[in-house]
């Protein structure tokens, strides 16, 4: 289940990281349109706040499953490996609500949105209902990974023959 969980983040965060040459593209197109035809798009900025919503809900999972959220590094990188696992540890029930709270409101959150049918204010007006179901989707992937590394930082602690960094 650890290996499943560990391949499904990698593949949804490459995935996803591949939305920054769509968001390259469409800035080009918006720029090309705008300074050498007179022609801007309205859908360029707003899909681009889309992308940028997608690449940073569900790369959450994929940074977890690499260890590169940010953290204070002024005392954690002195620490031995099963010293930064005891911390780790001890800080997962924050992220771990935090995963809960991402599924259990954004999915209050998109099946409104759903049975509003809710589009965007502006004057392209893109559905929004289906976007915000990656809310939800994310937590869950996030969790699933904070789990993950739970159970990894745990294993490092319990190993008695772990040798230090």
């Known amino acids: 289940m650890l290996r499943f969980t560990n391949v499904i983040n990698e593949w949804v965060g490459r995935t ?14 918006e720029v090309v349109g705008r300074y050498g035809f007179s022609h801007p798009f309205i859908w360029s900025g707003e899909l681009n706040q889309m992308f940028m919503f997608i690449m940073s809900m569900l790369g959450g999972g994929y940074v977890q499953l690499h260890d590169s959220h940010l953290r204070v590094d002024i005392l ?26 991402l599924i259990w409101k954004g999915t209050d959150y998109a099946w409104d949105s759903f049975l ?29 990974q904070t789990i993950c590394k739970f159970v990894s930082d745990f294993e490092i602690i319990i190993n008695r023959t772990h040798t230090e960094e």
């Open 16 to 29: 996803a990281s591949w939305l920054t040459i769509a968001m390259m593209v469409t800035l080009v197109v």
């Open 76 to 101: 954690y990188n002195h620490f031995s490996k099963k010293g930064k696992a005891i911390i780790d540890i001890a800080t997962s029930p924050l992220i771990l609500y935090v995963c809960f709270l």
């Open 116 to 144: 509003k049918r809710e589009h965007s204010s502006t004057m392209w007006s893109p559905p929004l209902y289906h976007i915000k179901w990656i809310i939800p989707v994310s937590g869950f992937l996030f969790m699933l």
